[in-house]
């Protein structure tokens, strides 16, 4: 895998900033294997409460996700319906913290979406959405599937949180990056792929990763529940 950060161009000055310690982080690291990352921003401040819509594709790292966050072990075992999360708090090593509201893990397949999407993103703060790369790459009817849930994310959001900005709080998690040979052409063919969809709008903060690897979804627990600023 690519041991580069990719950063949109569209990231603001202040993003960019926000960046640099990462980027020197991975540098330092020497990570080999560092996830790529659009324009994600963590907008949480020590202490805040926020709830987090966990929703995407079957088999794409949803439950592995909560299991990184909770120390649980339910992965791989295809979430049937939904389990409930009750409200935990993630702890940083410099004393900050956030504490994510009572939430749901739900199963990734299609009956879940008219059961569960709405509701969800009406009462949460933001919205991951979990896609496998390289089955939206391979196959067809995936991609399809996959874009069909973002139009339904963005307008539901659009619907529901009129004043809140869906780009700044809907996030693209690119699982199974180990499965490509080269990430950053692979996010790129993704992105491309999305513009100029209805949805496009909640396609700038993103990233690629393997979510079986622990650095990895340390790095992106940090940039998504810490406050960068
Ligand atoms: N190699 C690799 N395996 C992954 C990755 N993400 C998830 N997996 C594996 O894929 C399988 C499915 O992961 P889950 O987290 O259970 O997927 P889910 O989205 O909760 O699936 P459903 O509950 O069925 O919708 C597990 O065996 C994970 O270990 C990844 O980025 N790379
Ligand atoms: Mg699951």
Not at 149 to 156: A, E, K, T
Not at 193 to 213: D, E, H, K, L, P
Request: aromatic share 10%.
């Amino acid at each position: 895998m690519d041991d580069i950060l990719l950063i949109s161009e569209v990231a603001t000055q202040e993003a960019v900033f926000w960046f640099i310690p990462i980027i020197a982080w991975a540098a330092l690291a020497g990570l080999g294997s560092a996830i790529l990352i659009g324009t994600i921003t963590s907008i949480w401040g020590s202490g805040d409460h926020l709830g987090m819509a966990v929703l995407g594709m079957p088999e794409s790292g949803k439950t592995t996700w909560y299991d990184y966050l909770l120390k649980t072990n339910r992965s791989g075992m295809h979430t049937v319906d939904s389990v409930e999360i009750d409200e935990f708090k993630i702890s940083f090593s410099d004393g900050k913290s956030v504490i994510v509201k009572k939430g749901k893990d739900i199963g990734g397949n299609e009956e879940n979406i008219r059961i569960y999407y709405s509701k969800m993103i009406e009462d949460n703060d933001i919205v991951l959405f979990f896609f496998d790369i390289e089955k939206y790459l391979g196959s067809m009817a995936y991609e399809r599937d996959a874009n069909s849930r973002l139009d339904f994310i963005y307008f539901s959001w659009k619907e529901k949180k009129e004043d809140k900005d869906p780009s700044k709080a809907v996030y693209l998690i690119m699982t199974h990056a180990d499965k490509v040979s080269n990430s950053k052409e692979a996010i790129e063919k993704v992105l491309n792929r999305m513009r100029g969809r209805s949805f496009s709008a909640i396609t700038t903060q993103y990233t690629a990763i393997n979510m079986v690897n622990n650095e990895q979804l340390e790095e992106l627990k940090k940039i998504i529940f810490r406050d960068g600023k």
